[in-house]
């Protein structure tokens, strides 16, 4: 009787199926639709539940680590919604993200607009997210509805970090760190000419004056709080700083690359995550 009921036990197992991942949907970005057919759900430390819907795969580590809004946004095509559930199934954030979106480096925050239907728990997020009516942000406007279905998942084992390349610098960063705190203080003052002086050529032309003011508010509320230089390294005319960034409880872990150009050291590019 013991080995039946346990028979029966597996089998019943076997044959209730894991929460399905699918996603069919849209956004409309400034009159440009775009299917939202990916999904992934992810819970963070604090255990809340993100959900982002997109045009292209995204892992639950790329959701958790914010790569979706440093490595993806503004990159390409990606598009996408992405809301969080806090332990109660409230939605309490949300994200927009769209190559329309390029006077914001493809992304923006936005809340209140999100509608709900559906349920969320430990293993599991399905149901429906919408907007009642289009809305607008600074000029961009922006649309979407879609149905989902995903397990939540979460961060995996880190992998060990790489060396770098280069001969190690000093505690500090040396003077690469210098310039680079030099440029974080250019942020805040909000000069562009002093903003474009301290980044390369290649990033400086990649922005018109224009798009540069309307994103420097953007810019002053993304840029890293409480840095501390952790490593570097210099390998000629290139230098590799890792640094973390303290905002109340949540601790950021920064990559940043500079290059010398113009007899000083300049910011080539920055990745954050946590």
Known sequence: MKSLTASLALLFLL??????????????????????DHVVAARDKEG????????EPV?????L???????LAGKGNFSGVQVVFDNTGEIVSGSFYSPTFSKKGGSFSATGMHKFEG??????AEGKLWMEKEDDF?????FYTAKFSAPVGGPSKPAPAAALKGKPLPADGGEPAKAYRAYLKTIQGGNIAQIRGAVTA????????KDMKEMIPMLQLMAPKNLKITGGAIDGDHATLMATSKDGDETMHGTITMLKEGGGWKVEQESWKN
């Open 15 to 36: 044959a209730t199926p894991l929460a399905a991942q699918t996603a069919s949907g849209t956004l409309t970005a400034n009159g440009k639709k775009t299917p939202l």
């Open 48 to 55: 809340r539940v993100h959900v982002l819907l997109s045009n």
């Open 59 to 63: 892992t639950a580590d790329q959701v």
């Open 65 to 71: 680590s914010h790569a979706v809004e440093f490595d």
């Open 119 to 124: 349920k969320v728990t430990a293993a599991s």
């Open 138 to 142: 600074f000029d961009d406007t922006y």
């Open 202 to 209: 290649e990033r400086s032309k990649q922005v018109s004056d």
